[in-house]
């Protein structure tokens, strides 16, 4: 049994022991915490306190829940010496992230012309396993984007080049190589290039329900409570799911798994050659989702433009990862360093100042997008300086989930599903009444209650809340 402590309202702390090299940290209420006990996840944050080069602690953040070697959820930082690079710190679906396009349109916009704008917009967005994308591309134009991101898209029409200026990494991660990813990746992205997929990855027309920090909301580019947003939220698809795959078995087969305390935790050294180029590729994968989400942001413009008869105002607000590794500079035992930062289901989180945030919101902090699920609302907050103190400049990605995909299945019907959210005012679409079940939002933690422990810890700070009106589901 793992033991864990309350060290305060919502931070909980687990003492090193059993061969961890750091304590584990969770944020988390009371209520959170008895859900995040329920599976592995408390294991996870221990075995990942034992791997080699972590810094600070091991953390897991208010959404946590059991995932592959890292909980979902799960926060770590590495020495770039003697630290390691793993893929189940970063997952298969690299670059899992969401973005959101606020509007010049209101509630009330929408709801006149939902059931057509939703309609083209399913029929212009490839969502579901197996759909392909409407681009067909060669394996040269995959190299571009693996190597360009989102600027492949905007440079090929896809977009502007504000999109890009509004991007994590401006939508290019430039330690992306194409030569570390394998040629099944690539086969593998070329048909699912512009999809949005399956899973939890969805397309939601929403309204803005209630602004907490005005100031900072405005600056965001939302003015008003009741105008109308669009968020969209999928990843590398196919692509980064075999590059996941091709570098576990190759970090198997060099470095083994003997002294791990979970094998699904299988590493390399960041410095090894095979570390960098296990960066490298994860680096092309999130380029590619880059590139994928500008795609999809293109064609909700022009469904937008057919059915309201202009586009206009159609801005990104923000597209954030939370699936990925970064290398980035912390303050760690009262010196500043480079460290390679694990976020797995979790969302940088970065405060007022730093060069990684856009100059346009530099001032008051990075925008942290956390989406809801399927019939609950969703949140943008704000990162903060104290949260660069207390997790490495993270937070949640979202609610996280209380009952498996085969669970769902077993206690929901997505017809059932889809009648219930009409009957709340919310109109679905999905790819297939399997995908909508598995979905449901109760399947999900409160994401009220994660962002309110958020928000009360510090590590990232409410701005508005918005509440689906329309959603596309894979």
């Not at 670059?95 to 057509?116: G, Y």
């Not at 602004?211 to 965001?220: G, N, Y």
């Not at 580019?221 to 947003?229: N, R």
Request: aromatic content about 6%.
């Amino acid at each position: 049994m793992v033991k864990i402590r309350k060290l305060s309202e919502n931070v909980w702390e687990m003492p090193r022991e059993h061969g961890m090299n750091v304590p584990g940290k969770i944020y988390a209420s009371d209520r959170l915490i008895e859900q995040i006990k329920r599976d592995k996840t408390l294991e996870q944050v221990r075995n990942v306190a034992a791997l080699r080069g972590i810094q600070r602690a091991s953390y897991a953040m208010p959404d946590a829940h059991q995932g592959y070697g890292f909980s979902i959820g799960g926060v770590a930082a590495f020495d770039l010496e003697d630290g390691i690079i793993s893929p189940g710190g970063v997952g298969y679906d690299i670059n899992c992230s969401v973005r959101m396009l606020r509007t010049d349109l209101d509630a009330k916009d929408i709801l006149a012309k939902r059931e057509p704008v939703l309609d083209l917009l399913f029929q212009e967005v490839p969502a579901g396993v197996g759909r392909g994308g409407p681009v067909k591309l060669t394996r040269d134009q995959i190299g571009e984007i693996i190597m360009k991101g989102a600027g492949w898209s905007i440079g090929n029409g896809y977009g502007k080049k504000q999109d890009a200026m509004r991007t994590e990494e401006n939508g290019c991660m430039k330690s992306a190589d194409f030569h570390a990813i394998s040629d099944k990746a690539v086969r593998r992205g070329i048909p699912q290039t512009g999809t949005l997929g399956a899973g939890n990855h969805f397309l939601e027309i929403q309204k803005v329900d209630k602004i907490f920090d005005k100031d900072v909301a405005a600056k965001f580019g939302i003015s008003h409570e009741g105008q109308a947003t669009v968020m969209i939220h999928c990843g590398s698809r196919g692509l980064g799911h075999q590059v996941a795959s091709d570098y576990i078995r190759q970090m198997e087969d060099k470095y083994g798994h003997e002294n791990l305390p979970d094998r699904e935790l299988i590493n390399a050294p960041i410095q090894s050659e095979l570390g960098q180029r296990y960066f490298k590729a994860m680096s092309g994968a999130a380029n590619f989702a880059f590139a994928n989400k500008q795609m999809i942001t293109h064609w909700v413009r022009q469904a937008f433009e057919r059915i309201f008869g202009s586009s206009d105002g159609m801005d990104l607000v923000y597209d954030v990862c939370h699936n990925i590794a970064k290398m980035e500079k912390h303050d760690v035992d009262g010196s500043r360093k480079t460290v390679c930062v694990h976020r797995k289901g979790a969302t940088r989180s970065f405060g007022p100042g730093r060069d990684e945030i856009p100059e346009v919101y530099r001032d008051v902090g990075q925008p942290i997008i956390l989406p809801g699920s399927m019939g609950t609302a969703s949140y943008v907050l704000v990162g903060t300086k104290k949260a660069e103190q207390l997790s490495f400049g993270s937070t949640a990605h979202g609610a996280g989930r209380v009952m498996s995909r085969h669970d769902a299945l077993r206690s929901f019907r997505g017809e059932q599903v889809k009648k219930d959210l009409a009957g709340r005012g919310i109109m679905v679409r999905g790819a297939s009444m399997r995908g909508i079940a598995e979905e449901t939002y109760q399947a999900y933690k409160d994401i009220d209650e994660v962002v309110r422990v958020s928000h009360d810890v510090g590590i990232g700070n409410l701005v508005c809340r918005v509440v689906p009106l329309a959603v596309i589901k894979g």
